[in-house]
């Protein structure tokens, strides 16, 4: 999995109002915040249908677990191997919080 992802795109599941965040099954949003903050992974669905080894972990993701200050283990190793940079994400974006 790539780290090279800075902005969510518009459908980002972790965007307030997207039309992704509005359609997700009822506590499905829950419980992949719950899932990114005990570690795991969160592939952009943007880049599913892409080998492996070229999916992008999800800036929406990313951006949620910076903002509450709260990177998760993946993203600790991914920077300390200098695959991902937490300093380039445009964390001016309207991202849900109230998870």
Do not use: W
Not at 3 to 27: Q, R, V
Not at 50 to 76: D, R, V, W, Y
């Amino acid at each position: 999995m790539k780290f090279d992802l800075k902005t969510p795109c518009k459908d980002c599941p972790f965007i307030k109002g997207s039309s992704t965040n509005k359609t997700l099954a009822e506590g499905r949003i829950e419980g992949i915040v719950d899932d990114i903050r005990a570690g795991m992974t969160f592939t952009c669905h943007k880049t599913l249908q892409k080998h492996t080894s070229e999916q992008q972990h999800c800036a929406g993701a990313l951006i949620f677990l910076e903002k509450e200050n709260k990177p998760n283990q993946m993203m600790k190793i991914a920077e300390r191997l200098g695959l991902y940079d937490h300093r380039k994400l445009k964390m001016n974006v309207e991202i849900i919080d109230e998870y």
